[in-house]
């Protein structure tokens, strides 16, 4: 059984950087697409990004397409989520999600615990 672990949010001022991580046990990542979701309050849950973890193709929201970057380091079983340039919007609980389905859809069979992303000054 796949699980995932979340990791990395925080406080972070307008502009700032944080990286989230979300790590892997129970099977290998390679066979799979990882996706990072999150949800304001009040808010649906939308999809962010996601990375098909065999040929590394990725794809992003329209809101933080040029601030966002997803990685994947297979050694580590772990996919990263480099934002920057944050802004007050982006304040959220961030899920990483697993699953066969490649896109920013919510057909991931897998999903994390979520991690705060807070933005504010």
């Known amino acids: 059984q796949l699980q995932l672990v979340e990791s990395g949010g925080g406080l972070v001022q307008p502009g700032g950087s944080l990286r989230l991580s979300c790590a892997a046990s129970?099977?290998?990542?390679?066979?799979?697409?990882i996706a990072w979701f999150r949800q304001a309050p009040g808010k649906e849950r939308e999809g962010v990004s996601c990375i098909n973890i065999r040929d590394s193709f990725t794809d992003y929201v329209e809101s933080v397409k040029g601030r966002f970057t997803i990685s994947s380091d297979n050694a580590k079983n772990t996919v990263y989520l480099q934002m920057s340039s944050l802004k007050p919007e982006d304040t959220a609980v961030y899920y990483c999600?697993?699953?066969?389905?490649?896109?920013?859809?919510?057909?991931?069979?897998?999903w994390g615990q979520g991690t705060q992303v807070t933005v504010s000054s």
């Open positions: 999600a697993a699953g066969s389905f490649f896109g920013l859809r919510m057909e991931y069979d897998y």
């Open positions: 129970g099977s290998t990542l390679d066979y799979y697409a």
